[in-house]
């Protein structure tokens, strides 16, 4: 998910690259072919995958989360892969509340089946309305509608080894890092979709929404504008700069969640620290045995009750990391490590993909641990989930640009079923 250590060579880059984590087994693992792909006797399927956890961090140096770097990060503005050909029109806005969408974490998550996935990563948006992330998870439940109506958004970009934006070198990985073009200029007030708007008085400023406009005018443009109006440095001098030379995003837009760098583990490695080291603690919030006793004495109490059991089955394998905000295993016929049953898809839930006709397969998914590093608050209108699946198309098919995936929202089980 991150590149660690980057060498001179090729082979370095594609060693630390993200691949099918099981070849060797592939053969081994049963695949459910009913149509209720998400049952409950699936419940542990997850289990048996080699998983990858991502864990964040402040990042040492600015310069690690450049789009030349490939990171994998959360929070702040997206490394666009494919500097040029960004996501447009309604592909940036919730389907529900027409706003700009937020970034959410991207994943840097190449594979080396075909040289087209050599550079391939995942975009996550989501609007940042609490009601739009219900209406989205009840649209979901709709089997392929005409029209979806989504609030969280999934991207995928993927590029050759050779291709315009990059040395086909791995990265130095320090700031002597350049990419070879600047990108599309991007909206000065969100720093995220593509700033394809001027101001229509200093003709520097750009904006992807008429409200970001507004709101970069409120925080300090207006004083700004009058300044550069009387500039001699033309539009042009800020497009070949990508948007960004003359106007950096203001300090007062605090709407952007904190940026942080996604590190990665297996998860294997603290199956055998916890089996091995009972007081190791370093990546844990409680104490190991205080979460024993507690995971164990829940599992008594919820006795019966299916829900409850799941949840606290989800508790016990989240405790042995509890930091993780990522769970990652794109093996064949693995699945989500759901929190509770309700609201899980059957495979008639999952679309097929709506570029090759091909089908989807679950590729990672986002626990809402997230949010405690993003400073969200815990109340009723805050944003909240259960668990965020993301199912990708299989063959990662090609194609120019940005190409829509599917993401599977569950909520509290008050609210995860269909009305």
């Known amino acids: 998910m991150d590149i660690n250590g ?5 082979d370095e880059l594609k060693g630390l690259r993200i691949t099918n984590l099981d ?27 080699s998983v990858i956890l991502g864990f964040v961090e402040k990042p040492e140096h600015s310069w690690s989360l450049l789009r030349q770097q490939f990171p994998s990060k959360a929070g702040g503005v997206p490394a666009w892969l494919d500097p040029d050909n960004l996501p447009t029109g309604m592909s940036c806005v919730c389907d529900v509340c027409g706003e700009p969408l937020q ?15 050599f550079h391939r990563t995942l975009f996550v948006f989501m609007c ?3 009601k739009c992330l219900l209406r989205d998870q009840h649209e979901q439940w709709k089997r392929h509608p005409d ?12 590029l050759p080894r050779a291709n315009s934006f990059y040395s086909i070198k791995p990265p130095e990985g320090n700031a002597t890092d350049k990419p070879l073009t600047p990108g599309a200029p991007l909206c000065n007030w969100c720093g995220t979709w593509k700033g394809d708007k001027f101001c229509s008085s200093c003709k520097v400023a ?10 970069h005018w409120r925080a300090g443009h207006k004083l700004e504008c009058q300044q550069l109006s009387l500039s001699p440095q033309s539009s042009d001098s800020n497009a070949c700069h990508g ?35 009972e007081e190791h603690t370093d990546n844990s919030l409680i104490p190991r045995n205080k979460v024993d006793d507690t995971m164990k004495s829940l599992m008594d109490t919820f006795e019966g009750d299916g829900d409850k059991k799941s949840w606290a089955s989800f508790q016990e394998r989240i405790g042995k990391a509890p930091e993780q905000v990522l769970r990652y295993c794109r093996s064949a016929g693995s699945k989500p490590l759901w929190p509770i049953l309700g609201g899980r898809p059957s495979k008639a839930d999952i679309p097929i993909c709506s570029y090759c006709g091909g089908h989807l397969c679950f590729e990672f998914q986002i626990l809402p641990q997230l949010l405690y590093y993003f400073g969200v608050k815990n109340d009723a209108e805050s944003l909240d989930w259960a668990t965020i699946a993301v199912y990708t198309c299989e063959a990662s098919c090609e194609g120019v640009g940005y190409k829509q995936e599917f993401a599977w929202v569950q909520l509290g089980t008050a609210i995860n079923c269909p009305s």
Request: a negative charge.
């Open 206 to 215: 750009r904006y992807c929404s008429q409200k970001h406009q507004v709101m």
């Open 128 to 130: 940042l309305s609490m």
């Open 243 to 277: 948007g960004v030379a003359q106007i950096k995003a203001p300090k007062g837009n605090k709407s952007l969640w904190p940026e942080y760098e996604m590190k990665n583990e297996h998860e294997s490695e603290y199956d055998t620290e916890m089996s091995g080291d």
């Open 147 to 158: 029209k979806q109506s989504r609030s969280v958004k999934v991207f995928r970009c993927q």
């Open 103 to 117: 970034f959410l974490l991207q994943v840097y998550a190449p594979l080396v089946e075909k040289d087209s996935t």
């Open 23 to 49: 070849d060797d087994d592939d053969e081994n693992i049963a695949v459910d072919e009913d149509d209720n792909g998400e049952d409950e006797e699936d419940d542990d399927e997850e289990e048996q995958e």
């Open 6 to 10: 980057k060498g001179d060579s090729v």
